[in-house]
């Protein structure tokens, strides 16, 4: 009996030590630790996943966006996209930041020349290839991640922003918000452009499903989400949000599936809808100015919006569906995860 209890009691440490299972491998949580990208501040900061207090923080070049998490909750990876924005970047960035989570710390800093301006990335779920958008290259990098170096490019013919890749990565879907009018479906066996998902309003956003079999995609202009089925690629579904007067962005699963967030700005939003009724009641919240990402705590109560306009945090009460509270972190954080 006592070796029973006592293995019992092994496996039940052993679970709290491990990264938190998420349907996702794209979509993390954690209990370890929490990580902000703080774009306007150029830095990678790390804190305390209950206090939210700040730890430490490393620089890793200009404009960081967006990150993907190693499966073991090691490694980050982070695109370096440059000084400027979408449609106006004069000095585009040209490398990926290596972050080491357990030491916080930047591990390396690797060079993709000759291309230009990374911005979306997505990991497969063996963690040994990364996806990386080059909006100004109009190229998606394969990019293996014990060597750090490119394994192929793919054609996207749009200046592809973010990026959504199947979970079992047999397909990517790249949003191409306004100059190609289409999301791009490339095949990750051959490497190259399949299909082209006709998105009249241009895209600004994109996600898929944990089961791979819908993407879901934000309207560039009106406040709705389109939704891809993967194995046609064509759009079955319009979802309508409620209370924004504009297009929305990026759209996001939270960790156990059930769950899709969606922004808007002007006035500054956040829509909340429960992702097996994306046709039901909508939680539509109030949110510092130009919310940006998501991040979700491992026992999917907690939710948090990063505004990075205004260089908070907004914390929500899923169960609830309102604000708890709100802090400052950074100088403006664009995405941030639980790990």
Known sequence: MLRTISASLLLVAAADLCPAASLNQNSPTGAAGLLLIDKMGREVRFLDPATFKEISSVEVGVAPHDFAISPDHKTAYIPV???????????????VAVVDLVNRKVDQIFDISPYQAPHGIQIDPSGKTIYVTCDLSRKVLVIDTKSRTIKATIDTEGTGHWIAVLPDASKLYVANKNDKLFVSVLDLKTNKLIGRVPAPNGTQGIVASPDGKTVI????????????????DKVVDTIPLEGGTRGVYKPYFTPDGSKVVVCSENPPLVHILDANHLHGKQTVLTVGKDPMGFAVSRDGKTLLVANH??????VVDLKEGKITSAFKAGTGIETLAYY
């Open 81 to 95: 996209y440059g000084d400027g924005i979408y449609g106006r970047n004069a000095n585009p960035g040209h490398t």
């Open 217 to 232: 995609v934000a309207d560039n202009s009106e406040p709705k989400l389109l939704v891809i089925d993967t194995k046609t």
């Open 309 to 314: 306009g205004d260089g908070t945090v907004s």
